[in-house]
């Protein structure tokens, strides 16, 4: 078995062909993906077991209550950045709120790859995550950690 040489991440979605989908956006931003699931009880699991650097987060998740899905990344794995992905603007302040680095459109396959290409240069550089911060542009509009 080969270890992956550079971040790992985990999808949770319901939905198979938009699991496909993530992973090959994942694999792109040079993230290696562990699992992709369904329901909280994936999500928990893989995290834990791959040591997940990043999760990938569709909302609603299966089993869970919301935006919880994120304390519960973290309870698992600390060190777990979680992007939740929702078409719903007026959750971002709430994900922030509850520990996800960033929420993106859950359509918005560009401003995915922004947050991840970004989440994997700080992990390269092992930056510390700061205070999290807007980031814009034509094609993004999300808020994500600033790079040290």
């Known amino acids: 078995m080969t270890l992956p040489s550079g971040p790992v991440g985990v999808v949770c979605d319901d939905r198979p062909d938009v699991r496909r989908t993530l992973r090959a956006v994942l694999e792109r931003c040079g993230i290696s993906l562990a699992a992709g699931v369904h329901d909280l009880d994936g999500l928990l699991d893989a995290v834990a077991s791959a040591s997940a650097d990043v999760a990938v987060v569709t909302l609603p998740v299966a089993g869970s209550n919301g935006l919880d899905v994120v304390a519960a990344v973290h309870r698992v794995a600390p060190r777990c950045r979680v992007v939740v992905l929702s078409p719903f603007e007026a959750l971002e302040g709430p994900a922030l709120d509850a520990g996800a680095v960033a929420l993106v459109d ?41 790079s040290a």
Do not use: K, W
């Open 106 to 146: 859950d359509r918005d396959l560009r401003g995915l790859a922004a947050v991840l290409t970004r989440l994997v240069d700080e992990t390269a550089h092992t930056a510390p995550v700061g205070d999290l911060v807007p980031v814009q542009g034509p094609a993004v509009d999300v808020a994500v950690a600033p």
